[in-house]
């Protein structure tokens, strides 16, 4: 299996066109540099050679983590090369879609620290729902960033209301993810079977809050 592949892009600041060379796989394990990239946002990043402008170049790129027996692919719409990165999943394998580089970023970031991807895939969507509610409008963007360091720790996730606002922060308490595993294991088997290709996305987020709605509400009556 081919790692790495020669990739053409448009520089969206001047047109030009180039080639890069990008990744298909990312070894958590093996590869702690590729990992620091995709987590600070330069993986999968070029330079235009015309105007120096950087750009964002979602492409097919694997994330495997062998230990914690999880692959994560993401794969933008008519990308040719998501066969060649999903070859490195392992049967067996919590096994995870997303369609972005942003999301493939955060997801690798909550299975570095250890964290439930189900349940942080609820959070997020239950804190992107409050924002909406808030705001009067969705987020562009809601994506977690780690955890605060003082005292029990809150999850931090940046936010971007539109393209045009600066990014503000957000914060969700520990004890609200508590509670999102807990329902989350109640519906894993059904949502998220392992061995199986799961979107990491919303449609997941609101299939698992119908599973957990219906175990509820025969308990609530």
Known sequence: M??????EFACPACGARAR????????????????????????????????????????????????RRACCLCEPAGDIAAPTAAAAARPGYRLRRVRDANALRELALVWREGLDDLAMLLVRHWLADRL??????????????????????????????????????????????????DLANRVRGEVCPDGEWIGWDAETARRAWQSIEAGIAPAAR
């Open 132 to 181: 909406a509610r808030d705001e009067g409008r969705p987020p562009l963007l809601c994506a977690y960033d780690g955890r605060e360091e003082a005292g029990e720790g809150h999850l931090v996730y940046t936010v971007f209301m539109t393209e045009r606002d600066p990014p503000a922060m957000a914060t969700v308490p520990m004890e609200a993810y508590r509670t999102m595993a």
């Open 2 to 7: 081919r790692e790495a592949l020669p990739l």
């Open 20 to 67: 890069m060379t990008v990744r298909t796989v990312v070894d958590a394990e093996g590869r702690p540099d590729l990992v620091a990239k995709l987590l600070d946002g330069t993986l999968c990043e070029a330079t235009c050679p015309a105007c120096r402008a950087a750009v964002a170049v979602d492409h097919a790129l694997a994330y495997v983590d062998h230990p």
